[in-house]
């Protein structure tokens, strides 16, 4: 794997089970130059993921404009909670869509760890120093799954990083349908748009 990821063992995985981390990069970084045959080959060789285990993808602080786009960022996934869980094809008591955390998404921006009263077993795990954890994702080896889960990351940072007040009251901005909307127009995420087709999530 080089620079880019390393193997971890996992004894939550039975039997025998273990993890791949990737070292920090950006989306497109990612879909160029990750080596995304590993997939397959891991299949070939008899490897397997599924509900049980997930894709967490660490999304920078550094990576948004400020905590009012975090707060945008975070609303926007919450507020679509049935179209989120589809499209991460799991509801897992490890990433919780918990009233909690709805209710306390501004400390989650303002990254207030004292204020959190949170677990990290949340949709969006606030407790890293320098990221947000999105582990809504199901495990996958299966390459347009795991590069959506990554667009996903990517396409809701991107499309709330302009979205105003007027946007979200008058235009629904946080409303699922202009969100796809938005990606559909987008080349670069055609991994989501597709896996959003394949979940009839799409809209």
Same mark, same amino acid.
């Given at each position: 794997?080089?620079?880019?990821a390393?193997?971890?063992?996992?004894?939550?995985?039975?039997?025998?089970?273990?993890?791949?981390?990737t070292h920090?990069?950006?989306?497109?970084?990612?879909?160029?130059?990750?080596?995304?045959?590993?997939?397959?080959?891991?299949?070939?060789?008899? #490897?397997?993921?599924?509900?049980? @285990?997930?894709?967490?993808v660490? @999304?920078?602080?550094d990576?948004f404009d400020?905590?009012?786009h975090?707060?945008?960022?975070a609303k926007l996934?919450y507020?679509n909670?049935?179209? &989120?869980v589809?499209?991460?094809r799991?509801?897992?008591?490890?990433a919780?869509?918990?009233? &909690?955390?709805?209710?306390r @998404?501004k400390?989650t921006?303002k990254?207030?760890m004292h204020?959190?009263?949170?677990?990290?077993?949340?949709?969006?795990n606030?407790?890293?120093?320098?990221?947000?954890?999105?582990?809504?994702?199901?495990?996958?080896?299966d390459?347009?799954?795991v590069?959506?889960?990554?667009?996903?990351?990517?396409?809701t940072v991107?499309y =709330?990083?302009?979205? =105003?007040? =007027?946007d979200?009251i008058?235009?629904h901005?946080w409303d699922?349908?202009?969100?796809?909307a938005?990606?559909n127009?987008?080349?670069?995420?055609a991994?989501?748009?597709?896996?959003?087709? @394949?979940?009839a #999530?799409?809209?």
């Amino acid at each position: 794997m080089r620079d880019l990821a390393y193997l971890k063992y996992d004894s939550s995985i039975e039997p025998l089970g273990f993890e791949l981390v990737t070292h920090p990069m950006d989306y497109r970084f990612a879909m160029e130059q990750f080596p995304w045959h590993l997939l397959e080959r891991l299949r070939n060789l008899g #490897c397997r993921s599924d509900q049980n @285990v997930g894709i967490h993808v660490h @999304v920078s602080r550094d990576g948004f404009d400020s905590a009012a786009h975090i707060y945008r960022w975070a609303k926007l996934i919450y507020r679509n909670e049935p179209q &989120t869980v589809a499209l991460a094809r799991r509801r897992s008591t490890y990433a919780e869509f918990s009233t &909690t955390a709805r209710e306390r @998404v501004k400390h989650t921006a303002k990254n207030d760890m004292h204020r959190y009263g949170l677990n990290r077993y949340q949709a969006i795990n606030p407790h890293p120093r320098q990221s947000l954890e999105l582990r809504v994702f199901a495990g996958s080896l299966d390459l347009q799954q795991v590069q959506a889960a990554l667009a996903f990351a990517a396409a809701t940072v991107e499309y =709330t990083r302009t979205l =105003t007040s =007027t946007d979200v009251i008058q235009q629904h901005g946080w409303d699922w349908n202009q969100f796809t909307a938005w990606v559909n127009q987008r080349e670069e995420y055609a991994p989501l748009a597709a896996e959003m087709e @394949v979940l009839a #999530c799409a809209s």
